[in-house]
Each structure stands twice: as structure tokens, then as C-alpha cells.
């Protein structure tokens, strides 16, 4: 897919971190953007700054999420591109002090991550294969999701997240394999540890050590990387039913 002008995209959690990073590098290549966020303020000044759209769009609601994507239409027409960034990453154990894991809590992690990013992708899956084909092969549309190394590694408090992260990488391939017929591909992104709003809290010396845990390059993985490689996925058309890892080749020890 040729990233220009006659593309517009989707962003879910677009007001910050990997998600505007995307948004931005989309909106630089011309296609015009739509941010879904709960947070009005920055979600607002993203779009502002690259001449997008915000809507305030809650993953876990069916009625949020498609009064979002009305709003994308009304705004952009039918979009090919849906990146889905959205996520929350508390941390518990299985049982800590005597009480086991708060069972709200994970099931709130379940359903920000991994049913509000299915959500988004059986919704605007839905659009897209009403679209016409944009290639020679009959690419209508390309959906990115994010999991995380904590799918395949995840270490001690991360067993909510980390559940969560392995189910939006496992849906990748069924997903795929259903849309085929409708020329819409599908990818996972699996990120290592990253500046994201979250670890950019942290003092400078605790962010120096996670970064000198990751092999090479020695460092947290910037934003921008998260969305060159988004980029280059919809650029791809060969690119279809896997998970990247885009981690440094870090593997998380359990602590």
C-alpha cells in the first residue's frame, strides 16, 4: 500500500506514546489521520499538530468505538490503515501478601487490550471490506496491533498484561486467515522495552538500567522506531498473519 494522500488511518491510543508516534509518521508520508484516545487534551494537540482528527473513544465500549470510526469517515472516508496502540499495563502477582490477584484487574487488562484492540479491528475490518480494492492484488486495508515481549517473556506482576499481550499476538494468523478473502492484511507488533510516557516517569538512572539490559542497541527503543516499522508494514504487501519483535533482542529475565 503507497502511503499518501488517498489513505487514512485509524490510531488507537494516538494521544501518546507509540500510538502518536505513529499518527505522526502516517500524517508525514501525507495519509490523514484519525486519533481515538480518552485523553481529550493531548489527543486534541497531536491531531492539531498534524492536521488530523481526534475522537474520545473508550476500546472497551462497542457504542465508543463506532461513533469513533463515524467520526473518521464523516472527516477522511473509509480508512485503510487501523493501528491499534490503546493498552494499560498494571502490575500484580498471582498472590501477593496472602490475597490472590485482583480479578477485576485483569479483567480489566483483558478487556483494554486484548478485546478493545479485537474490537477495533472487527469494526473497522467491517468498513474496509466495503472499500475498493487499492492494488493490483486487491489490498483493501492493512490493521497493526501492539503486544509486547512480555507475551513470550513476561516477568513477576505481569501475568494480566502479559495474558492479554499473548492473546492479541495469537489472534494475529486467525485474524489474518479470515480477512484474506477481503484483501485486508494483518500484523502484530511486539515492542521491547521503549520511551514511552509511562518509563519516561522514571528516573533517569532507572531508564539508563533497562536500557542497558537490552543486547544491542543498548538503549530504550524510541517511538519512532514503533512507527517506522508500522510504516513499513503497510508498505509491505508481503507482510501478512505474524508478530515482530522489536526489542533488541531482549528477552526478560523473570524480575
Excluded at 85 to 99: D, E, F, L, N, W
Excluded at 156 to 173: C, E, F, N, P, R
Aim: charged share 20%.
Amino acid at each position: 500500500m503507497k502511503l499518501d494522500s488517498s489513505i487514512s488511518a485509524v490510531v488507537t491510543g494516538g494521544a501518546s506514546g507509540l500510538g502518536a508516534a505513529t499518527a505522526r509518521r502516517l500524517a508525514a508520508s501525507g495519509v490523514r489521520v484519525t486519533l481515538f484516545d480518552m485523553n481529550a487534551e493531548s489527543g486534541e494537540a497531536v491531531a492539531a499538530e498534524i492536521g488530523g482528527v481526534f475522537a474520545s473513544v473508550d476500546v472497551t465500549s462497542d457504542e465508543s468505538v463506532a461513533a469513533g470510526f463515524e467520526t473518521a469517515r464523516a472527516a477522511h472516508g473509509g480508512e485503510r490503515i487501523l493501528v491499534n496502540c490503546a493498552g494499560i499495563a498494571p502490575v500484580a502477582k498471582t498472590v501477593s501478601r496472602g490475597a490472590p490477584h485482583p480479578l477485576d484487574m485483569f479483567e480489566s487488562v483483558i478487556r483494554v487490550n486484548l478485546i478493545g484492540s479485537f474490537r477495533c479491528i472487527a469494526q473497522s475490518a467491517t468498513g474496509m471490506a466495503a472499500l475498493d480494492p487499492v492494488s493490483a492484488d486487491g489490498e483493501r486495508g492493512v490493521v497493526i496491533s501492539t503486544a509486547s515481549v512480555a507475551a513470550f517473556d513476561g516477568q513477576i506482576g505481569q501475568v494480566a498484561y502479559a495474558a492479554s499481550k499473548a492473546g492479541v499476538a495469537g489472534m494475529t494468523l486467525p485474524v489474518a486467515r479470515d480477512l484474506s478473502n477481503l484483501g485486508i492484511r494483518v500484523m502484530t507488533i511486539a515492542p521491547g522495552i521503549f520511551e514511552t510516557p509511562m518509563l519516561m516517569g522514571l528516573p533517569d538512572h532507572v531508564r539508563d538500567s533497562l536500557g542497558q539490559q537490552v543486547p544491542f542497541p543498548s538503549r530504550l527503543g524510541r517511538p519512532e522506531e514503533f512507527a517506522d516499522l508500522a510504516a513499513h508494514i503497510c508498505e509491505n504487501d508481503m507482510l501478512n498473519g505474524t508478530t515482530i519483535r522489536l526489542d533488541g533482542a531482549i528477552r526478560m529475565a523473570p524480575r
